[in-house]
């Protein structure tokens, strides 16, 4: 009748620690890629598969390479990156495997091994470790910073990965060293938890440094938007007061000429008259001073590159967008195109923004030279200093999320297109 109990009390707490991983994932993805049901039903599997490999096979190596692999899979139900996959995958298993591991020491005399079936049977032994576990997903999911879906660099990433994988090390090593004693077992399984348990916190940090980072990069180009406003302003009030000053005089002649029949002198003052009415060139004049000033700032070099550019932009004066993300995302949507233009033999961008009924459609195609650089993670930057470019696709994702919105990219041999849907 115990074992009955035990087995009973096992598959509810198999169950349960289902649930401990799903608030677990939820620490580290917001966004799905299914529906709740596919979500759901992909945890009640974890929780089926966990308990037939442990109630047939038993083997703990067996049990923790399955752990592994069903947590992996978990990871696909989210929007996220492969090394965010494997780091989370570890932090968590190996954060549990620790309090499982503790709380086993303590309530059995059994010897640790993983090459030998389990002989644990403690139904309280069971019910401490579950609940130990949700504790730990309370103390660990006040860090939301480890939600951000910024790019980690290689050299973070390998550092925090280096903490679980020398976890396995270390409880491959205390379960197959049979001669050391119960209290050091303990000790380095507590020291093990704690060291994971950290981990999550540099996580944490690190996540909000990157965020910082880039919210620094953005307030920086976005200053220096409002400061090509204020430039443009100024340049455009002094040529203002210069053709006030020179009007007259200008315009005066201008009657006896015509009078006279003097034709070419006539054209002649009038060339020097639109001279003078020439104004600083504007590609953006919808009357929305934020996405006029944006697009101007990032296109002021275009003509000199022998860019052709072409607008057509309806908007009302004001959105119901932050300026923020508004300069994330037309900006690094320019800054791609300029990118990619510049690279082409026919070089030209077509800007199409649209906003009506509440949504706010952006397009923007430009020529390119058919070069795309692929990998898991998407379209990848081309500039030699990826760890300070190459995040601009994903900042632009990142802003439009906030406002459901959605972003297409399509291309060929010779044209990149961009289009952006959201909802404000």
């Known amino acids: 009748?115990?074992?009955?109990?035990?087995?009973?009390?096992?598959?509810?707490?198999?169950?349960?620690?289902?649930?401990?991983?799903?608030?677990?994932?939820?620490?580290?993805?917001?966004?799905?890629?299914?529906?709740?049901?596919?979500?759901?039903?992909?945890?009640?599997?974890?929780?089926?598969?966990?308990?037939?490999?442990?109630?047939?096979?038993?083997?703990?190596?067996?049990?923790?390479?399955?752990?592994?692999?069903?947590?992996?899979?978990?990871?696909?139900?989210?929007?996220?990156?492969?090394?965010?996959?494997?780091?989370?995958?570890?932090?968590?298993?190996?954060?549990?495997?620790?309090?499982?591991?503790?709380?086993?020491?303590?309530?059995?005399?059994?010897?640790?091994?993983?090459?030998?079936?389990?002989?644990?049977?403690?139904?309280?032994?069971?019910?401490?470790?579950?609940?130990?576990?949700?504790?730990?997903?309370?103390?660990?999911?006040?860090?939301?910073?480890?939600?951000?879906?910024?790019?980690?660099?290689?050299?973070?990433?390998?550092?925090?990965?280096?903490?679980?994988?020398?976890?396995i090390i270390m409880l491959f090593a205390i379960f197959m060293n049979t001669s050391l004693s119960r209290p050091t077992i303990l000790l380095s399984i507590v020291s093990a938890l704690l060291i994971n348990t950290f981990t999550f916190y540099l996580y944490d940090k690190i996540s909000d440094l990157l965020v910082s980072q880039m919210n620094k990069r953005i307030a920086e180009e976005q200053n220096r938007y409002y400061e090509y406003q204020v430039h443009m302003m100024k340049v455009t009030l002094e040529k203002m007061r210069t053709l006030r000053h020179d009007l007259k005089n200008r315009v005066s002649p201008l009657y006896p000429l015509a009078v006279a029949g003097r034709k070419d002198e006539l054209l002649e003052r009038l060339s020097e008259l639109t001279d003078i009415c020439n104004i600083s060139k504007e590609y953006a004049t919808s009357g929305n001073s934020t996405v006029d000033s944006i697009i101007n700032f990032k296109l002021q070099q275009s003509e000199a590159q022998g860019i052709a550019i072409t607008t057509d932009i309806l908007l009302p004066p004001k959105l119901e967008m932050p300026t923020f993300d508004i300069a994330v995302i037309i900006g690094n949507l320019l800054d791609n195109a300029l990118e990619a233009t510049v690279r082409s033999p026919k070089r030209w961008i077509d800007i199409k923004i649209n906003y009506t009924k509440g949504r706010l459609i952006i397009e923007i195609q430009n020529s390119f030279d058919g070069v795309i650089h692929n990998n898991s993670e998407g379209i990848q930057t081309r500039k030699e200093d990826k760890s300070s470019h190459g995040l601009g696709i994903k900042s632009i994702q990142t802003s439009i999320k906030k406002f459901d919105g959605v972003m297409k990219i399509h291309y060929d041999e010779t044209t990149f297109s961009t289009k952006v849907l959201m909802y404000l």
Request: aromatic share 18%.
């Open 1 to 167: 009748m115990a074992l009955q109990n035990y087995d009973i009390i096992y598959v509810l707490g198999n169950f349960f620690m289902a649930y401990v991983i799903f608030k677990f994932m939820h620490i580290f993805y917001t966004t799905r890629k299914v529906s709740v049901f596919i979500e759901l039903t992909a945890y009640f599997s974890y929780f089926i598969l966990i308990t037939i490999t442990h109630v047939f096979l038993k083997l703990p190596i067996i049990v923790m390479v399955a752990n592994i692999i069903l947590l992996f899979l978990l990871t696909l139900l989210y929007e996220g990156r492969f090394k965010k996959s494997m780091l989370s995958v570890l932090m968590i298993y190996f954060s549990l495997m620790s309090i499982e591991t503790i709380f086993v020491v303590l309530t059995s005399v059994l010897q640790l091994n993983l090459l030998v079936p389990f002989q644990y049977e403690s139904a309280f032994g069971i019910i401490v470790i579950r609940i130990a576990s949700l504790a730990l997903v309370f103390a660990v999911q006040g860090f939301k910073n480890v939600r951000n879906e910024y790019p980690i660099s290689n050299v973070y990433w390998l550092s925090l990965l280096c903490i679980p994988v020398g976890t």
